[in-house]
């Protein structure tokens, strides 16, 4: 069933990989590369050429996952911010960082972790980036989800962020039932998660990696919540639920 609810999203591992092709220059790449004081800038540098050019993500290289972790925490709006790009340019550096990271992380399950944070960063700058980029970012989330939604805490928030990726982008009538759908699949995984924890708080209060919260309330609050344009009818009442829920409205 979960994934006949998320074909619409076409998931696709490399949804974004022509995007960042077409975007991410080479000048990026040394920044990310260099964003652990310099150390093994080179050789990381190599690593993020590769999978930019090939598209694939397969090393796990300690020193590389580093410096995407490292990336991941930029904030793009600050300008005295560092490591991370400023602007444009660095929301597209943090979601390089962030998918590579999500893509890394099925494939080598014990090197991960803190991935709700990640999820909060990539969709937040995948959503700055304009529509065509959020729409391959919920396609890739998609594959992520049903290739491995991880264990414990991270289903729900990986359901959740396509969730949010998918309210964002379809406003149709014709939309409504899919989207309540995904409302009730996402609620469904956050139940599940919290029988294996005692906190009370909705979503958030199943993991102790909150440092991207704000992020996620916020998301929630503009997005389902408290939404720019109307949601489709049938699907109003159970997005802004969850909106409230998150965004503790």
């Known amino acids: 069933m979960t994934e006949q609810l998320l074909a619409p999203l076409d998931p696709n591992e490399s949804a974004l990989t022509p995007l960042f092709q077409t975007k991410i220059d080479e000048g990026m790449l040394r920044e990310i590369a260099a964003a652990d004081y310099g150390w093994k800038a080179e050789e990381c540098y190599a690593l993020l050429q590769r999978i930019l050019k090939t598209g694939l993500v397969a090393s796990d290289d300690g020193n590389l996952r580093e410096v995407l972790e490292l ?118 995984q956050e139940s599940r998660a919290r029988n294996e924890t005692s906190e009370h708080e909705w979503l958030i209060g199943l993991t102790l990696f909150r440092q991207r919260e704000t992020v996620w309330r916020s998301l929630a609050l503009r997005i389902l919540a408290c939404p720019e344009s109307p949601h489709s009818r049938e699907a109003d009442e159970a997005l802004r639920l969850l909106g409230e829920l998150v965004a503790g409205i």
């Open 71 to 188: 990336i991941r925490w930029s904030e793009p709006t600050d300008p005295g911010w560092s490591p991370g790009g400023q602007g444009l340019r660095g929301h597209w550096m943090r979601l390089f960082a962030c998918t590579v990271l999500v893509r890394l992380a099925p494939k080598y399950p014990a090197s991960s972790g803190s991935e709700c944070d990640t999820l909060a960063q990539l969709i937040s700058s995948a959503i700055e980036l304009g529509r065509p980029v959020a729409r391959a970012a919920s396609g890739m989330l998609a594959w992520r989800f049903l290739a491995d939604p991880g264990d414990a805490e991270d289903p729900p928030f990986l359901a959740f962020a396509i969730l949010l990726l998918a309210a964002h982008l379809e406003r149709g009538e014709d939309r409504g039932l899919w989207l309540k759908q995904l409302a009730a699949w996402v609620e469904d």
